[in-house]
C-alpha cells in the first residue's frame, strides 16, 4: 500500500460474496419455518416427558411396596453348664433322682473312655456267645 | 427499505387478513442489512445464514409485542447485535478457549479465501477488524459498513453517543495503525 490508509479517506467495501440468488432463497426458508406448524410440546419435550413419567411411575412404585421387616438377628448365647445346674436347681421337684445320677454319670465320663467301655462290652459278647438281642430280651 | 413506512409494515403484519404479506415486506426491507451486519461479526456464511433466519424467526414471533418505542430497523437490528454476541459467547465456550481465539480462528478461515472474496485491502482491513474488542467491532462495523448515526448505534445498543464516538475513533485509530504498518 503506497498512500496511507486513513478511515474518513474513501471507503473500503467488506469484501464477503453470497452465492448466487442467496437472498430470495433466505426469504422462502424463512417463510418455511415460520409456516411450518409448531409441534404440540409433549412431542417437543418427549425425551424428558418419558423420563420424568418413568421417574414418577418408579417413585410410585417404590413407595407403595410394603417396607420389608428387617430380619431382626437373634442372638442366643450358649447354653452353660452351670445354667443346666441352676435351671435343675431351681426345678429340682421335676426331675427323677435315678435320670440325673445317670445324665449325671454319662456325663461325667469321658467320650473315649465310653467308646472303649462299649468296645469292651462288645468283646465280651463275642467271647461269650451271647446273643445281643436275646440279652436285651432276657432284660 | 422500499416506498413502505414502519406504520404501514406493522399494520400489514396485524392484520390477519395481511400478516404473512406484512412479514414479507419486513423481511424483504431488512434481510440483507441484517444478513450483511451478521455476517461482518461471525464471517461465516453458513453460520451468518443461520442466525439470520433465527433473527427474523424471533422478529415474527416478537412483532406484535414491539411497542413501537424504536424504529423498526433498530429494533430488528438489536436482535440481531444480541444474537450475534450470543452466538460469538457459545463459540467461545464450546471450545473452552479464550477471547482472542475464536477471533484468531475467523482470521484464519478468512485467509482460507472461503469466506473473504474481496481484494488484497478488504482481507487486510477484516483481520484488522478482528484485532478488536467484540463490542468495538460491532459499532465500528455500524457506523463505517451500515453509515448508521450515532443516535441509532446508541439506540441498537443501548449506549450513549459519547461512549460510542469514542469507541469509534479509538477503532479507527488502531485499524489505521494496523494497515498502514506494512
Not at chain 1, 421387616?69 to 433322682?97: G, H, R, W
Not at chain 2, 469514542?166 to 485499524?175: M, N, Q, T, V
Amino acid at each position: 500500500m503506497n498512500q496511507k490508509f486513513n478511515i474518513d479517506n474513501g471507503k473500503i467495501k467488506p469484501g464477503f460474496s453470497v452465492p448466487e440468488n442467496y437472498f430470495n432463497e433466505l426469504e422462502v426458508n424463512i417463510q418455511n419455518k415460520i409456516s411450518r406448524p409448531q409441534k404440540p410440546w409433549i412431542s417437543r419435550y418427549k425425551y424428558v416427558v418419558s423420563g420424568a413419567a418413568t421417574a414418577i411411575i418408579g417413585v410410585t412404585v417404590w413407595w407403595l411396596q410394603p417396607n420389608p421387616v428387617a430380619p431382626v438377628a437373634v442372638k442366643v448365647a450358649p447354653v452353660q453348664s452351670t445354667d443346666y445346674a441352676l435351671y435343675i436347681n431351681e426345678n429340682i421337684e421335676e426331675f427323677d433322682d435315678d435320670l440325673l445320677y445317670e445324665s449325671y454319670a454319662e456325663a461325667s465320663t469321658p467320650t473315649s473312655a465310653r467308646a472303649a467301655e462299649d468296645e469292651a462290652y462288645s468283646s465280651y459278647l463275642i467271647d461269650e456267645d451271647i446273643d445281643e438281642n436275646t440279652l436285651i430280651d432276657e432284660l | 427499505m422500499g416506498n413502505w413506512t414502519d406504520k404501514e409494515l406493522l399494520e400489514k403484519f396485524r392484520d390477519p387478513q395481511s400478516r404473512d404479506y406484512g412479514f414479507n415486506l419486513i423481511m424483504q426491507s431488512y434481510n440483507q442489512r441484517v444478513y450483511w451486519h451478521v455476517r461482518r461479526m461471525v464471517i461465516d456464511h453458513d453460520d451468518a445464514n443461520d442466525l439470520t433466519q433465527d433473527i427474523f424467526i424471533r422478529v415474527w414471533k416478537g412483532l406484535d409485542n414491539f411497542n413501537e418505542d424504536s424504529k423498526l430497523f433498530t429494533w430488528i437490528y438489536r436482535i440481531a447485535t444480541n444474537e450475534c454476541i450470543t452466538f460469538l459467547n457459545k463459540k467461545r465456550k464450546r471450545f473452552f478457549i479464550p477471547i482472542v481465539n475464536v477471533e484468531n480462528e475467523l482470521a484464519h478461515s478468512l485467509e482460507s479465501g472461503k469466506h473473504c472474496t474481496g481484494d488484497e485491502i478488504q482481507l487486510k482491513l477484516q483481520k484488522a477488524l478482528l484485532t478488536l474488542p467484540e463490542k468495538q467491532r460491532m459499532v465500528f462495523n455500524m457506523k463505517y459498513f451500515d453509515e448508521l448515526k450515532y443516535e441509532e448505534i446508541a439506540e441498537i445498543t443501548g449506549t450513549s453517543v459519547g461512549a460510542l464516538k469514542a469507541s469509534y475513533h479509538i477503532a479507527a485509530k488502531k485499524i489505521e495503525g494496523i494497515l498502514n504498518k506494512d
